[in-house]
């Protein structure tokens, strides 16, 4: 019997041949083939293994998922697939939305008796910065492998991946310190902009690959909020250049 699974986390050939060797040493399985492009691997076996089974087989980078079939028959399933998809997305997609949630909900309430919206965007904009960067910095290691699977500047220089969380850093130190606000900025439009279009790109292409906005520890998909997330703090960074000068 063949099954085809979906894995993300794999970002090289190395990868590739990493998870075929690792899946082709499971006990009942005849045959591996892995198609990175796709982010997926297909498996021949002698009898049922469960994703459990697979996945402990793989190293923590890598995340297993079992592809659905869409059944043309039943027009049934056909209309309570989306809803499906859709209810895990989102749960998914929590700890990001509520991170966001409570970053505006902040920056909110430090200037709620004197509401500035400029001060409101600064303050949003520094504490963006300084907890996602937090999140990144708890895998300096792994961070830089997940950012490149979809950042066109640190595909082409590995230094720009490892560097990233730093830069995030001091970004938000220069908007929550007020320092050098229209650098901050300008920076911001660089880098962001980069990255979306990256992220605009890999949604255009419907890879399922996971999104490092949160560095690895948390195993986030990348989906249209990523996209959201950049272009929420492009239009605040163009926003701020336009009021400053």
């Known amino acids: 019997m063949k099954h085809t699974y979906k894995i993300t986390g794999m970002t090289c050939n190395n990868c590739k041949a990493s998870v075929e060797k690792y899946l082709s040493e499971?006990?009942?399985?005849?045959?591996?083939?892995?198609?990175?492009?796709?982010?997926?691997?297909?498996?021949k076996m002698d009898k049922h293994i469960?994703?459990?089974i697979l996945q402990k087989a793989l190293p923590e980078k890598y995340t297993l998922s079992e592809k659905k079939a869409k059944n043309v028959f039943t027009s049934s399933n056909m209309s309570a697939m989306p809803?499906?998809?859709?209810?895990?997305?989102?749960q998914q997609l929590k700890p990001l939305l509520l991170i966001i949630f409570y970053i505006a909900s902040a920056s909110i309430l430090l200037h709620y008796k004197n509401w500035s919206w400029s001060a409101f965007m600064l303050d949003f904009?520094?504490?963006?910065?300084?907890?996602?960067?937090?999140?990144k910095m708890l895998d300096l290691k792994g961070f830089p492998e997940s950012?490149?699977?979809?950042d066109p500047?640190?595909?082409?220089?590995?230094?720009?991946?490892?560097?990233?969380?730093?830069?995030?850093?001091?970004l938000g130190i220069m908007f929550l310190m007020r320092f050098?606000?229209?650098i901050a900025l300008i920076i911001t439009l660089v880098v962001?902009?980069?990255t979306t279009i990256g992220v605009t790109k890999t949604l255009l292409d419907k890879k399922a690959i996971r999104c490092a906005c949160l560095g690895t520890a948390l195993k986030l998909p990348m989906t249209e909020a990523t996209f959201i997330e950049n272009a929420i703090m492009i239009v605040m960074a163009i926003l701020m250049l336009l009021n400053i000068f």
């Open 125 to 135: 904009m520094g504490l963006f910065y300084i907890v996602f960067s937090f999140f």
């Open 50 to 52: 469960s994703t459990d």
């Open 26 to 43: 499971i006990d009942n399985i005849s045959e591996v083939s892995v198609n990175l492009e796709k982010g997926e691997a297909e498996l």
């Open 192 to 194: 962001l902009g980069i």
């Open 153 to 170: 500047l640190a595909k082409r220089l590995p230094i720009y991946g490892k560097i990233y969380p730093f830069i995030e850093t001091a």
């Open 83 to 90: 809803m499906e998809e859709e209810k895990s997305k989102l």
């Open 180 to 182: 050098q606000i229209n």
């Open 147 to 150: 950012f490149s699977m979809y």
